[in-house]
């Protein structure tokens, strides 16, 4: 795992250059602590900076030129099925100098061409330069675990790319205008969507897709390599039980192909059924494990005694790591958002940030159990879609007395995520039509009350750039399907891209350590897809077929256990008198945020409502 940047200019002289992208290496710095490259070609050059997991002699280091000179490479991320794709390769007559995925990924490119991307089973975000058609590509997996910045100048005379949005900017070329658009949705979302960023001239490139740019013809080509949405349409005709059985082999393959490594290697542990499912299967295949888990001194939020309980239970290492109220995580935060080069307002990345923080100072690489709600429906948010039909259809009388009911309810301090936040964001949500409502579960600032923290002249963009027409494009996308299919998958394409493996990849790259999602392997994916909705969400029961799956595999108690999100007592920390100056300052963010965290904004985090998500 790395970090990547690059430049291809003809304005700029090669010292020009190469000075800019060593700032912008400098910058990637703790993604990658095990070493850095530079190569410089005619208007080229390309940076690296490595965190070594497979091959760690000098033969995998970065950049990497192909035999020929041809073809030079930047690469970020690990493709699980490289040793597949090297015996095709080897058969193809390629030979080997390294036992590197990079050289399986360089060589797949220059024997396939672009359809070498469909075929990587991982997380990765490249640059490949092709110097005899003098042609740049940048690609990135199918969910986008592995982030990828980029600018292309108007005249397409320069472009520059980047893992993080703070590397890419060390190029003083590129414009440093914010992007109001991606303000607007971060106030909404407490995340900004791709390919938005928070500069308005930088993009994300979007997960499944690569970008083609010929210099000598001046064209500029994206291309999506991967559907998710094809998977839905086909359902598998298979019983439960068969069902349950191909889930069951999928996972472990996923979870066995994960844990090739070259250095120490563990499991982020919490008593939820996916990081428990991971475990189990890590503990049949070597007797060693090292789980790692995190709690709370608050009881609401503390799940340490599930973990422990299911390490006692495998024999694990259990390391755990537990976070007191009296202690200096307030001021811990404000170092936290070095780590998050966009506005981000999840506040369990404070939780996620300590536990890589203390999983590195033992391992170098994670197993994790993200991404199984988003896969295999585990949200109530999904449940609040269930009950809004039903409650659409009570008289409007009925339903402005639940309203009123709703808005004289305190808010807790003390929960997750109180009834009262629920019910709030239910009825405010309930009274549209099924997308709408859908999109509102999670909605952070109402229009209204975005306007109020921008300005009344902000009036006509907080409409116009509403991020709901996002959402929107990915529901016309799969409009045939049903709607339970329809929410998982513009819940993959926005709140598990964009928050979920954001939070993951910023918090465990800052210090060197990689995560990895046995859950988003393409296997797994592609046939929980085909599953019928019906098997998925049985009445109210969230992750149906994942909890038959598992059942009898694991403990009863963590298949019926409820689900409880991985959130931080936030509001309750910044509540403590004795830390308003770490409140303040962590209010502040940094100086570049400080456009919209005025007053009103510090008012609705002081009252809670970050803090709460509907998740």
Not at 116 to 130: P, Q, R, T, V, Y
Not at 502 to 521: I, W, Y
Request: glycine letters at 4%; one cysteine or more; charged letters at 25%.
């Amino acid at each position: 795992m790395c970090g990547i940047a690059g430049k291809i200019s003809s304005r700029n002289s090669q010292q020009e250059r190469e000075a800019i992208v060593t700032s912008m290496v400098l910058a990637l710095s703790n993604r990658g602590p095990d070493g850095n490259g530079l190569i410089s070609l005619p208007n080229v050059t390309f940076g690296h900076t490595r965190l070594a997991i497979l091959d760690l002699s000098a033969n995998a280091a970065q950049p990497m030129c192909d035999e020929s000179k041809r073809f030079t490479i930047t690469y970020n991320g690990e493709v699980y099925n490289f040793q597949e794709l090297r015996r095709e390769l080897i058969e193809a007559h390629y030979k080997f100098i390294s036992n590197s995925d990079t050289e399986v990924v360089l060589k797949s490119y220059i024997h396939w061409g672009a359809k070498c991307f469909e075929k990587f089973n991982g997380m990765f975000a490249l640059a490949i330069w092709d110097n005899l058609k003098s042609e740049l590509i940048l690609a990135r997996d199918r969910f986008g675990k592995k982030p990828l910045f980029y600018y292309v100048s108007p005249d397409l005379s320069s472009v520059s790319f980047a893992s993080t949005l703070t590397a890419i900017m060390r190029d003083n070329n590129i414009p440093c205008n914010i992007s109001m658009e991606a303000l607007n949705c971060f106030l909404s979302l407490g995340y900004i969507l791709t390919p938005l960023s928070y500069m308005d001239a930088v993009h994300k490139l979007e997960p499944s897709h690569y970008l083609q740019i010929a210099f000598s013809s001046k064209t500029i080509k994206k291309t999506k390599y991967w559907d998710y949405a094809k998977f839905f349409y086909t359902k598998t005709k298979e019983s439960q039980t068969e069902i349950c059985d191909n889930i069951l082999i999928r996972l472990k393959k996923a979870v066995k192909i994960r844990m090739i490594s070259d250095v120490p290697l563990g499991v982020f542990l919490s008593g939820g059924i996916d990081s428990t499912s991971v475990v189990k299967i890590m503990s049949e295949y070597t007797p060693d494990v090292s789980a790692f888990s995190i709690g709370f001194d608050n009881p609401c939020y503390n799940e340490l005694d599930y973990a422990k309980e299911t390490a006692r239970n495998l024999s694990l290492k259990n390391h755990f790591y537990k976070i007191l109220s009296t202690g200096n995580v307030p001021e811990e935060m404000t170092s936290m958002f070095d780590a998050f080069d966009e506005p981000f307002a999840d506040t369990s990345l404070i939780p996620m940030m300590l536990l890589s923080k203390f999983t590195r100072s033992k391992i170098t690489v994670a197993l994790s159990g993200d991404a199984g709600d988003e896969i295999f429906g585990g949200y109530p948010t999904y449940q609040a879609d269930i009950i809004s039909d039903k409650y659409r259809m009570l008289p409007l009388i009925i339903r402005k007395f639940f309203a009123s009911i709703a808005n004289t309810i305190p808010v807790s301090l003390n929960r997750k995520v109180g009834f009262d936040y629920k019910l709030k964001q239910f009825i405010r949500g309930a009274v549209y039509g099924a997308e709408q409502s859908h999109y509102n579960w999670r909605l952070m600032f109402s229009p209204e009350e975005r306007i109020q923290i921008l300005g009344s002249n902000y009036r006509e963009l907080v409409y116009d750039t509403d991020p709901f027409s996002r959402f929107q494009k990915y529901y016309n996308e799969v409009k045939e399907l049903h709607a339970l299919d329809r929410h998982l998958y513009v819940d993959v394409k926005t709140w598990l891209v964009d928050d979920i493996l954001v939070k993951l990849d910023r918090s465990t790259m800052f210090v060197g350590l990689e995560a990895r999602c046995p859950f988003l392997d393409n296997d797994l994916v592609e046939y929980v897809a085909g599953i019928p909705t019906s098997f998925k969400i049985k009445g109210l029961t969230l992750k149906y077929m994942m909890k038959k799956t598992m059942s009898g595999y694991l403990p009863e108690d963590v298949i019926k256990r409820k689900k409880s999100g991985f959130n931080a007592p936030v509001s309750r920390w910044i509540q403590q008198p004795i830390e308003l100056d770490n409140r303040d300052s962590l209010l502040a963010l940094k100086n570049e945020y400080s456009y919209f965290v005025w007053h009103v904004y510090k008012e609705y985090l002081r009252k809670g409502k970050i803090s709460n998500e509907f998740n």
